[in-house]
């Protein structure tokens, strides 16, 4: 291929190869050596691109094997061998993770999230027993078992635990022998040299020079496609089709190999035709602007080497894990300098971005597998690669690759080992190579100093956003304060001024306007600051905590802070002007927030509220004369996030309305809990710090000038005029000003600002959150912020707090409700409950406090403590001011009206008295007499000018006055105002105060009697009103009877009777067994007219044959829930014969009803709406519904239940009212089957005989004349009377009950054989049987499954569709296609008689055991009543015979009895002995069964094992015939109507149940008498059946496993227990047509346990015309078109009908607290839920997978975007 000779091999000889590098490879360079064997023989084994086996075999045993020889200078095995044995284990396990394999994290001992162990080390360890957290890898990364720095304890596991007195310290490299060390070195460094020159050759039409084979290269070149993160699957396959005129199927071929690997040869030719190719290709792929595919002509002898050179880093990595010598040796080696100065894993490293997909991971794989293994080598690496990451950084974002494919990914690996980090971040500036490397890539995002993003978002700055989680992998684990250097203060504070240049080009980015006029025209883009935001979060979260922890780094950062902070603020610009409240003047700001651009983006200023509450930890202050600590204006913190609270108050105030929704969002992130942390919480900090420095009125003057409210805390502001929208909107502004007093006041559980700790913080949360609503655990942790390591400390308080109430998975996921002591704690305005959280959690609080006949008042809990450093913040409380503002807004209250004043205003103002009451009382026991709160509020204030006036006026003497009005509407707030004047008293008690404790109960007593009278009278007026109506209303009643006496005496106690419900299981009047079949039939009672309701009209009729016909919506599918054998769905129905079920069920028909009912024309016009609907909508439009309107599916209107056909109602045969004589028919089993037999026989005509000339065997029924002329008179004349009495009156059936009799049965026919419509086809008939059959053997397994009796516990829903689905099934049979059945008739009673063949070529292909025995009976029960009728002479004899033919007659008891011997033959030839009950004595039946047993065997000729016992026969036969009996009691009784017997209403065990349901048959319960003494013909029958050829051959050992006895109820496959077991498993499946490539989403299905690569392209197939995935195709083949799967990295359950219908539900699998976590986002271990995987099958077994689809369908529209075939 590559040359111009033949490629054929060389003369080869290993050992003199061997020999030959064993003599010069220590003279000369030894790679020469090698790639003078390797000129030769790589293009002779790298020739083929279509056999990757023959090319490794080739490879083996030319190339590799010689140098493992060569290596080993023996026989490789036993060296490799040795070596092990003298190997000092290593400590680190180093398991490299596969994608998709399960890793876990202790997150008690790991130092951070990135430390996991493998499956196997895990489970060897203690932390399988601590808290943990489970996830899947996705491949790269390794074990970290036995690395100290990864586990803060329990570092190894028992599989690594070091042994006593091994000496770690001795270099491996030592222990290997000095020759085998010369040999290793010249091998390694070798192959690594060529494979690295290789992977990097960049000449793709020539080799490098000691590589060029003699004479000239063929020309022979290969079109490369190369893969990119571009351009989509569709793309790809398009343009290849297009460019390389392949089939679709090639193209996806083609795709999948180049998204797999890297790349992939498309073309194979000469360099011309190539070139077109390549050409094509990038013009098809480059238009519209898009960048172009990445195609390359490669010479194939290149590529050879190439593939070569990916083989060797194979076979390196596999030679380094044979021994830990080799391993440090291999290390040494590629980390030591080459000519240039660079080593070889240096160049590799470089050279990352010039590789392709697979030659990446190989190379990555190979650096974890050496170097990053051994602690110097990696240490060594580690420096390299940090002097190389800014240029290693600006390679991957030029990159198209994702980075799990790029070499920086492994900065995890090397940035998050303490040691490393802190070496690289002190000696090599890591800090500031990051943050310099990502400020180059924010040059283009600036605008104006700031960064700007815009709507369509660069690629390339998504990408080096990647350096800031390598930020974070650097600063994860701070230093100690013992840990701190010189050296590392100065690098940290280098990167950190770096840090502080990126948060200056953020502050102040995205700021708005407020929009006024019109709307803003287009949405503004916010998402990308807030993304960057959320990137860096934890980095400032890291670099407050570095900080921190080291005095004189605090220092430096909080001075560098401020100074960036002054640089940013640029406020010496703006003018000021005075404001003036209560005769306090200030100097403020003229920044009026309505008119001027505001940024929600404050970073700089949030890191310095940030390092503020750190400088009490070290006692640091602006005062300190041991540091210089620069203090910034006051004025200035404050100015920038009250502009941020105004704007937010503007907006609750629907002021900035206009601005659109970017706004609304800003607002929400800004409160989320994503990002409240580091933005909301902070500038509450930062008004803090504010108010800590600044005089407390003139800080209250800023806040009120900012809000705009001066005007408002004037006297006069009530009497003023003025627009009110104006005056609505400061009513607004003053409430959430007077919020955020509360918020300064209140937020002490902050770190830094109150005595708190941690854990005080969360408890909080934790007790707000569940003050809303008793939450799961997932929803109280997803409320919760969550810290660096993604930890919310929730598990740590949760339990103080909250008790967990664990309810079932039925009635939903466990939840934690608050102990009621922690209600106490309660704030209704916490800082971070929305308005909606506000609302919720008042109402509940109210309502709690009501059930405990408590007051209603929500009063302020006791905060703690400030720290010393917040403490003059309490003095806003008593500032004047504050003073001036409570009095003023409860004076407007204490008014009889007042326009500015809201009950909000006053709660707050409440709120803020109560505040300042806890601390006075804290203030009197600490003895602190600087804080008189109390003072200022019952003292007369001379700052209203109303003083002089009402010169005993106080806040006090207000409250007073308030509580004594009718002002207040709210019980709340009046309940909240006596609370507080309650309060005022036992302060004031604690101050030993006088107090006028009558006058106080005077006032507030009268008020409690006051309100209880009216609440009395109020429930007393409403009863009166109450009772009256009762009165009126019976007396309507009384007088509608009397009136309608008539009526109310001839109708049912039931309103609508139901058609027989099944509720109604016996007669109560009747004493005696009911029986349905055979001659002691019980006759049917008559029952009343069955009415029904149509849905849609609401038209109440009769149902009769005659009237307007009524259906029941049904939906009928395939299916394969019974089948025993799974995979072999039928698919093709189109010459499939359905006349004999095999017994093994593949594929049935099951049909299945809501039980709704409509009028057949209703439902008509119904659905040609539905159908003109669909077609006025333009294709293009067209989308995937719940329902396929091709495929004739609606949705029920009243359920919307999936539906595609109807059943139409028929009445039951009790209310025809015909009598029967079939007692008088004197015809005896033997008899009628004589009878039978002789009509076979002369109903067939075989090929060449003489009264047939058809080359196929015809089935044509006989004159029953012909018949009975051979039998005797009586036995002639009974026979005769029993077919006479078949006649059916067809013209008594509307023709519009006919046609939905069709329309049923041709649907059942269409859907369950996948075929086109066809009314004349002989099959449909059949098919409505099967149905019929299949739907009954489905609900008895299912009742049988659930434990259920086979009576009384159906639902209506259930029992209308099973009774409606008979009746069809019979009347079809009868009026519609009576000469078909006929047909049917004599072929399926030709197989019980097999002497009615003369040629036994003719006979059906089959023997007894190859037949299911109900749907054989259902055809029989159903076609035979017509099989001899319609002769006139008989009609006319037999004229006072009843019409209509009866059910469960003569003629059904003989054919039940007669399938029933069949099915003991069944029984007791495939009778096992394994599972048998207890012993049973003197069992006659037993001694009987046991003749027939030996008997049937010998005749059979088939050898007895073991003769079982009697009673162990007995047994069997009763547990085996029972399910057959259950369903034929289930046909006869929905048949004829007949009540079941109390007995089947209850389960009283198998034998008592076998003996209840023959009963009601008619049948003797002793089986052995259905072969005993029943006549000559049936033991010839028997004879026949047992010795036919086939029977034996089922039986043999060599044959496949046969049909036993009783049938099995399906099941779910076994899933284990623990979740991560699963996940274990499946990471060793790979996909089947990729060669060995893991499988991206491996789904499980759930019905036969196979593994599927799904969702994925490499496994897509044509099926019926169309691209589906692995799972839809399977769905079809194991499930006839539905699907259970599970998907196991998702940890999701994928439901699947059909192609284009799909929907995912709850996994079985949950964690402690009940919950499942699909896409293992908690990573909280997993077990299984055997009640959810219980639901799951039922979901399965009672066939409800497409209604499920259906409803998950039409509740959520997102799932209609999935394209469900391709999974």
């Excluded at 900065?411 to 090599?428: D, K």
């Excluded at 009673?1511 to 109507?1537: E, I």
Aim: with cysteine; net charge negative.
């Amino acid at each position: 291929m590559a040359t111009k000779h033949n490629l054929t091999a060389p003369e080869f000889n290993q050992k003199s190869l061997v020999e030959e590098w064993l003599a010069t490879y220590f003279k000369s360079d030894f790679l020469k050596v090698l790639k003078k064997h390797w000129r030769e023989f790589v293009l002779v084994v790298f020739q083929s691109y279509d056999d990757p086996a023959h090319e490794e075999r080739l490879a083996n045993k030319f190339l590799l094997h010689p140098l493992e020889y060569f290596l080993c200078n023996g026989d490789p095995e036993v060296v490799f061998r040795q070596l092990k044995e003298v190997d000092q284990p290593s400590q680190l396990c180093g398991h490299v993770f596969k994608t998709g394999e399960p890793t876990y994290s202790c997150r008690e001992c790991a130092t951070d999230p990135t430390c996991v162990l493998c499956m196997d080390c895990f489970q060897a360890s203690v932390h399988k027993k601590h808290r943990y957290r489970m996830s899947t890898s996705g491949g790269g990364g390794y074990c970290d078992c036995g690395d100290p720095e990864a586990w803060k304890s329990e570092v190894f596991c028992e599989n690594h635990k070091p042994k006593t007195g091994t000496n770690n310290v001795q270099n491996s490299i030592e222990k290997l022998p000095n020759d085998l060390v010369n040999r290793s070195s010249a091998v390694l460094l070798a192959c690594l040299g060529y494979a690295v020159q290789m992977l990097t050759w960049d000449q793709c039409d020539t080799l490098p020079d000691n590589l060029q084979p003699e004479g000239e290269l063929s020309d022979t070149y290969l079109c490369m496609l190369f893969n990119d993160e571009v351009h989509t699957y569709e793309q790809v396959i398009s343009t290849l089709q297009k460019a390389v005129d392949c089939t679709h199927k090639a193209a996806v071929d083609y795709a999948t190999t180049v998204d797999r690997e890297g790349r992939s040869a498309v073309k194979c030719g000469t360099y011309a035709e190539c070139e077109r190719v390549r050409g094509q290709v990038e013009r098809n792929t480059s238009r519209h602007g898009s960048k172009a595919l990445k195609v390359q002509v490669m010479h194939s002898a290149v590529v050879a080497h190439q593939q070569f050179a990916l083989r060797l880093i194979q076979w390196l990595q596999n030679i380094i894990g044979q021994s830990d010598g080799l391993r440090q040796l291999f290390c040494m080696l590629s980390m030591q300098h080459e000519t240039n100065a660079q080593s070889l894993m240096e160049m590799l490293l470089l050279a990352d971005t010039q590789l392709w997909k697979i030659a990446r991971v190989q190379s990555h794989q190979l650096m974890m597998a050496g170097v990053l293994m051994d602690q110097e080598c990696k240490k060594r690496f580690s420096i390299i690669f940090t002097k190389n990451y800014s240029s290693l950084t600006r390679d991957f974002i030029q990159d198209d690759h994702y980075r799990t494919f790029s070499v920086t990914n492994i900065t995890v690996q090397i940035f998050t080992v303490p040691s490393l980090a802190r070496l690289l971040v002190s000696e090599h500036n890591l800090l500031s190579v990051i943050l310099k490397t990502f400020l180059e890539t924010c040059e283009e995002k600036k605008k104006d100093g700031k960064l700007s993003f815009e709507r369509t978002s660069s690629p390339t700055f998504k990408r080096a956003c990647f350096s800031l989680h390598d930020l974070k992998y650097a600063l994860i684990c701070k230093p100690s304060p013992g840990e701190w250097t010189d050296q590392l203060r100065r690098s940290f504070l280098e990167g950190y001024t770096y840090f502080l240049e990126l948060l200056k080009l953020m502050e102040g980015m995205d700021a708005v306007k407020r929009q006024t006029g019109q709307h803003l025209e287009f949405e503004p883009e916010w998402e990308g600051a807030f993304n960057l935001q959320l990137k860096l979060e934890d980095n400032i979260v890291l670099f407050l905590d570095w900080c921190a922890s080291d005095r004189e780094v605090l220092i430096q950062s909080y001075n560098k802070t401020v100074e960036a902070f002054n640089a940013c603020k640029n406020l010496d610009a703006i003018k000021k002007e005075s404001c003036t409240v209560a005769g306090r003047q200030a100097e403020c700001l003229k920044y009026d927030v309505e008119t001027q651009p505001i940024s929600i983006h404050l970073p700089v200023t949030r890191v310095l509220a940030g390092l503020h509450t750190y400088l009490g930890d070290h006692f640091l202050s602006f005062e300190s004369t041991d540091c210089h600590l620069m203090r910034p204006v006051a004025a200035d913190l404050l100015e920038f996030p009250l502009r941020v609270q105004v704007m937010v108050a503007q907006s609750n105030a629907n002021m900035w309305r206009r601005n659109g929704y970017a706004l609304i969002n800003q607002i929400f992130f800004y409160h989320n809990v994503k990002c409240r942390t580091e933005m909301y919480d902070r500038d509450v900090v930062m008004l803090q710090i504010a108010a800590s420095m600044m005089d407390n009125n003139e800080y209250l003057l800023q806040l009120i000038h900012k809000y705009k409210l001066a005007n408002w805390t004037k006297e006069d502001f009530d009497r003023q005029t003025g627009q009110e929208d104006s005056l609505r909107q400061t009513v607004l502004l003053a409430e959430e000003f007077l919020s955020l007093l509360i918020v300064i006041l209140g937020e002490r559980f902050i770190a830094g600002v109150g005595e708190v700790s941690k854990e005080d913080i969360v408890r909080r949360e934790v007790i707000h959150q569940l003050c809303i609503s008793p939450l799961a655990h997932s929803e109280l942790a997803k409320a919760l912020p969550e810290d660096t390591n993604h930890e919310t400390g929730l598990e740590n308080v949760v339990k103080d707090v909250a008790t967990f109430k664990k309810l079932s998975p039925a009635t939903g996921k466990g939840r934690y409700e608050l102990k009621p002591e922690f209600y106490a704690y309660y704030n209704p305005y916490f800082y971070h409950y929305t308005k909606g959280d506000k609302s919720k959690s008042e109402e509940m609080q109210v309502k709690r406090r009501k059930e405990n006949n408590q007051l209603q008042a929500l009063p302020p809990p006791v905060p703690p403590k400030f720290r010393p450093m917040f403490l003059p913040v309490m003095g806003l409380l008593q500032c004047d001011i504050m003073i001036y503002v409570i009095e003023l807004v409860l004076a407007r209250a204490a008014e009889v009206r007042s326009r500015s004043l809201s009950e909000t205003q006053l709660e707050r103002v409440l709120h803020l008295i109560g505040m300042g009451l806890h601390e006075q009382k804290r203030a009197i026991e600490e003895g602190n007499r600087q804080f008189d709160f109390l003072t200022r509020i019952c003292t007369p204030s001379s700052l209203h000018s109303k003083a002089k006036k009402e010169p005993g006026r106080s806040i006090q003497t207000l409250l007073e006055k308030i509580m004594s009005s009718n002002n207040i509407t709210h019980d709340s707030i009046r309940d909240l105002v006596i609370w507080t004047v309650k309060t005022i008293t036992e302060v004031r008690q604690m101050k030993n105060e006088p107090v006028a404790m009558e006058k106080e109960n005077a006032m507030v007593a009268p008020r409690d009697v006051k309100a209880e009278a009216a609440r009395r009278k109020k429930q007393v007026a409403a009863e009166k009103r109450r009772m009256k109506i009762m009165a009126q209303m019976s007396a309507m009643q009384k007088n509608f009877i009397k009136e309608n006496s008539e009526l109310f005496e001839n109708t049912s106690t039931e309103l609508f009777p139901r058609i027989g419900s099944d509720m109604d299981i016996s007669d109560a009047g009747s004493s005696s067994f009911p029986v349905a079949v055979g001659c002691k039939q019980t006759r049917p009672s008559l029952s009343p007219p069955q009415l029904a309701t149509c849905i849609l009209c609401q038209e109440e009729q009769e149902i009769t044959l005659t009237s307007k016909a009524i259906v029941l919506t049904a939906f009928v599918q395939k299916s394969t829930v019974l089948s025993l054998h799974h995979g072999n769905a039928l698919l093709n129905g189109d010459l499939f014969d359905p006349l004999f079920m095999r017994s093994d069920l593949p594929t049935g028909t099951h049909t299945s009803s809501c039980g709704h009912m409509m009028h057949a024309g209703c439902w008509q016009s119904f659905f040609d709406n539905i159908l003109a609907r669909e077609r006025r909508r333009p294709l293009r439009f067209r989308h995937n519904y719940s329902h396929d309107i091709e495929k004739m599916e609606f949705l029920c209107p009243l359920c919307e239940c999936i539906c595609n056909t109807v059943i139409p109602v028929l009445p039951s045969v009790s209310t025809l009212g015909q009598e029967s004589s079939v007692d008088k028919l004197q015809l005896s089993f033997a008899d009628w089957l004589d009878g039978i037999h002789k009509t076979v026989l002369n109903s067939i005509r075989e090929p060449g005989s003489v009264d047939s000339r058809s080359r196929l065997t015809v089935y044509e029924v006989c004159p029953l004349v012909t018949i009975t002329r051979q039998m005797a008179g009586s036995v002639a004349q009974n026979f005769q009377a029993l077919w006479a009495y078949m006649s059916v009156p067809t013209s008594d059936v509307s023709e519009e009950t006919k046609e939905m009799l069709r329309k049923f049965s041709r649907d059942a026919y269409s859907f369950g054989l996948g075929v086109e419509v066809d009314d004349d086809n002989p099959r449909v008939p059949i098919m409505l049987w099967n149905t019929c059959a299949f739907s009954l053997m489905a609900i008895e397994q299912q009742l049988r499954d659930d434990g259920k009796p086979l009576f009384g516990q159906l639902s209506s829903r259930h029992s209308d569709c099973l009774r409606s689905l008979v009746q069809v099934a019979s009347t079809y049979t009868q009026i519609v296609s009576p000469n078909q059945s006929n047909m049917h008739c004599i072929r399926l009673l030709s197989f019980l008689f097999p002497d009615s063949f003369k040629n036994k070529d003719n006979e059906p292909p089959m023997c007894i055991l190859d037949v299911e025995l109900f749907h054989y009976l259902v055809a029989i029960v159903m076609s035979l009543p017509s099989l001899l009728r319609g002769d006139a002479e008989l009609l006319k004899v037999y004229q006072g015979i009843g019409s209509v033919p009866p059910p469960g007659g003569i003629n059904h008891q003989y054919a039940l009895q007669l399938v029933l011997a069949v099915h003991l033959i069944q029984v007791l030839l495939t009778f096992d002995q394994e599972n048998c009950g207890m012993e049973v004595d003197g069992d006659y039946e037993g001694e009987a069964l046991l003749i027939l047993y030996d008997h049937i065997h010998t005749i059979a000729n088939v050898p007895q094992q073991n003769t079982p016992l009697p009673w162990q026969l007995s047994l069997h036969v009763r547990r085996s015939m029972l399910p057959l009996l259950r369903c034929v009691a289930l046909l006869f009784h929905y048949w004829t109507g007949i009540p079941s017997p109390a007995e089947l209403s209850d389960v009283e065990g198998e034998m008592k149940e076998f003996d209840a349901v023959c009963k009601y048959l008619g049948v003797n319960d002793h089986m052995s008498r259905l072969l005993d003494n029943q006549g000559e013909i049936l033991d010839s029958m028997v004879n026949r059946w047992c010795k036919n050829s086939l029977l034996k051959e089922r039986l043999s050992a060599a044959s496949q496993s046969v049909v036993q006895y009783p049938l099995r109820i399906n099941k779910l496959i076994e899933l284990p227990y623990d979740y991560s077991e699963l996940i274990n498993k499946v990471s060793t499946f790979t996909c089947p047509k990729s060669d060995g490539d893991d499988s991206r989403a491996p789904t499980m299905c759930l019905v036969c346990g196979q593994m599927l690569c799904s969702q994925s392209y490499c496994c897509q197939t044509e099926f019926e015309g169309v691209t589906v995935g692995a799972a839809t195709e399977h769905a079809y083949k194991c499930g006839a078109g539905a699907g259970i799967f599970l998907r196991v990295r998702e940890c999701q359950i994928l439901l699947l009908a059909g192609r284009t219908k799909g929907c995912f539900v709850p996994p079985p699998y949950i964690d402690d607290y009940g919950e499942t976590d699909q896409g293992l986002r908690r990573g909280n271990p997993l077990h299984l839920c055997k009640d959810s995987y219980a639901y799951l099958q039922k979901l399965w077994m009672s066939h409800a997978i497409p209604e499920t689809i259906a409803h998950s369908l039409e509740s959520n529209a997102t799932l209609l975007t999935i394209d469900w075939q391709h999974l």
